[in-house]
Structures are given as structure tokens and as C-alpha cells.
């Protein structure tokens, strides 16, 4: 059983910083991408920054110079550091994760719960 944890979210206000991280547990051989992805009300869920298992990052154009996403893998934890934070920032956010259970197990992916990010003019 997998299970990732998110945790960080909050409300705030424009211009302010949040940092948001996931926690992936449970019966896991090795994980390959993690991302974060964004759904705001009335909106598709969209992809905000992702990482490899080498570190390569990429942002959605939004968000870069904003946000730094990175990693811990040897927690297997991904952080989303959230800087001057704009009210059009406001969504609930999920992180996301490629990873294989064994070694001969397909790539799968998993996802979290979300958690709301709040950011008031």
C-alpha cells in the first residue's frame, strides 16, 4: 500500500511564502518523477512543477522564478516552496508521484489527498 501525505497548506496573504511537502510511505522499490499539480474552483487540474530522480526540474510558466520545487529521496519527500504568492495561486494542491513497488512492478502513478492553498488580496 502506498500512500502519499500532503502537508503546508494554509491561507495567506499576496506576497507571502508557503511551503508545501509529500510524503511517500509504504511498499516502494523506487520512485522516478514526483510532481505537483494545481486544481482551482471551476478549473482543470493543472501541472504547477515537476522533478526526475536526477533533479531535472520544470515549471509551468506562471510559476517560475516563484516556485522551487525539490526533493529528499532519501525520505522520499517532495517539497513545493511557494514565494510571492498571488490570489490567482488559490487552489488545492496534489502531489503526484511515478513510482514501483517491486522490481519487476509496472510505473504507476499515485497521488494524494490535496491540500488547499488559500492566498487573499
Known amino acids: 500500500q502506498v500512500q502519499l501525505v500532503e502537508s503546508g497548506g494554509g491561507l495567506v496573504q499576496a506576497g507571502g511564502s508557503l511551503r508545501l511537502s509529500c510524503a511517500v510511505s509504504?511498499?516502494?522499490?523506487?520512485?522516478?518523477?514526483m510532481a505537483w499539480y494545481r486544481q482551482a474552483p471551476g478549473k482543470q487540474r493543472e501541472l504547477v512543477a515537476t522533478?526526475?530522480?536526477?533533479?531535472?526540474?520544470e515549471y509551468e510558466d506562471s510559476v517560475k522564478g516563484r516556485f522551487t520545487i525539490s526533493r529528499d529521496n532519501s525520505k522520499n519527500t517532495v517539497y513545493l516552496q511557494m514565494n510571492s504568492l498571488k490570489p490567482e495561486d488559490t487552489a488545492v494542491y496534489y502531489c503526484?508521484?511515478?513510482?514501483?513497488?517491486?522490481?519487476?512492478?509496472?510505473?504507476?502513478?499515485?497521488w494524494g489527498q490535496g491540500t488547499q492553498v488559500t492566498v487573499s488580496s
Open positions: 503526484q508521484a511515478d513510482l514501483r513497488t517491486t522490481s519487476i512492478d509496472l510505473l504507476r502513478s499515485y
Open positions: 522533478s526526475t530522480s536526477g533533479g531535472i526540474t
Open positions: 509504504g511498499n516502494i522499490f523506487r520512485i522516478n518523477n
